[in-house]
Nanobody, 120 residues
Framework: QVQLVESGGGLVQAGGSLRLSCGAT?????????????AKWFRQAPGKQPEWVAL???????NYRQSVKGRFTISADTTSNTMYLQMNNLKPEDTAVYYC?????????WGPGTQVSVSS
């Protein structure tokens, strides 16, 4: 059974940086779940609906929601089942719980989330 776990969240001042990680377990030996399936980061701010933040497709093409373009970078480690979200120049409006997501054979998998708080 595939399981995802996020880490790297925390409290940071506006303008600061964080790197979130998403580790996957339960993957067949020799497989990389993040480079062979579409993987995404979502976030949910208090009192708001979840929103997509960044995605990465098999073989590399990425996309970002407009508000994070130029500040966030999604990537995956090809030697381990780990996905990252590098977040630079953080803003208070980036405060949210961040979730990683991967779709494997049309079935979505989610991590429990990691809190990111940005103070002004």
């Amino acid at each position: 059974q595939v399981q995802l776990v996020e880490s790297g969240g925390g409290l940071v001042q506006a303008g600061g940086s964080l790197r979130l990680s998403c580790g996957a377990t339960g993957i067949a030996s020799g497989s990389n779940v993040f480079t062979t399936n579409t993987a995404k980061w979502f976030r949910q701010a208090p009192g708001k609906q979840p929103e997509w933040v960044a995605l990465m497709t098999p073989h590399g093409p990425t996309n970002y929601r407009q508000s994070v373009k130029g500040r966030f970078t999604i990537s995956a480690d090809t030697t381990s089942n780990t996905m990252y979200l590098q977040m630079n120049n953080l803003k208070p409006e980036d405060t949210a719980v961040y979730y990683c997501n991967v779709e494997i054979q049309m079935k979505p998998y989610w991590g429990p989330g990691t809190q990111v708080s940005v103070s002004s």
